[in-house]
């Protein structure tokens, strides 16, 4: 980000978009698996809002965290990647309130299941887990990249300003 402010002047939003997801039943759950997911989902994240904060000038910032739905409607299996995104909202509402006075706007987006590369690459199992994912979905599928965009970039406008601490399910339905 140091780089962003060199290149550019100053920063003004960071989406913290990277992450990983894994799906294991409890007794398969390891502590490389837990790791994994907690290092990048929230450590990663974590660290990444503090460098922002950093580099964030006396106008502000804003920061969109990608979390899941899974934070909030979570299915088996699930237990640690839903945990590593419930502690991405707890961060996000925690540090509206801490850099809310230096004009740091901090929320999230919380996606359903959306059709990625990663998604793709996920085999059989993604399959199956894909078709029971449309079944329990009111709008009867996964999303696209196109069905999130819109939100964050209302997330990144003015017109979203007195925003802060909020999470955004985009989920077509799935609760």
Not at 43 to 72: D, Y
Not at 92 to 116: H, Q, S
Request: overall charge neutral.
């Amino acid at each position: 980000m140091p780089g962003a402010r060199k290149t550019f002047g100053r920063l003004d939003i960071v989406v913290n978009n990277a992450g990983v997801y894994g799906f294991a039943a409890l007794e398969h759950v390891s502590e490389a698996h837990f790791r994994k997911m907690f290092d990048l989902n929230v450590l990663g994240l974590l660290l990444c809002c503090k460098e922002a904060a950093n580099c964030f000038g006396q106008a502000g910032g804003n920061i969109i965290n990608i979390s899941s739905a899974a934070s909030v409607s979570p299915t088996a299996t699930t237990a640690v990647y839903g945990a590593s995104k419930a502690a991405v909202d707890s961060i996000t509402r925690t540090l509206a309130l801490e850099l809310g006075p230096r004009k740091i706007r901090v929320n999230a987006l919380n996606p359903g299941m959306v059709d990625t590369e990663g998604v793709g690459k996920g085999g059989e199992k993604a399959t199956d887990f894909r078709q029971f994912i449309e079944a329990q979905t009111p709008l009867g599928r996964i999303g696209i990249p196109q069905d999130i965009t819109p939100a964050a970039v209302f997330l990144a406008s003015e017109e979203s300003s007195w925003m802060t601490g909020e999470t955004i399910v985009i989920s077509g339905g799935l609760k």
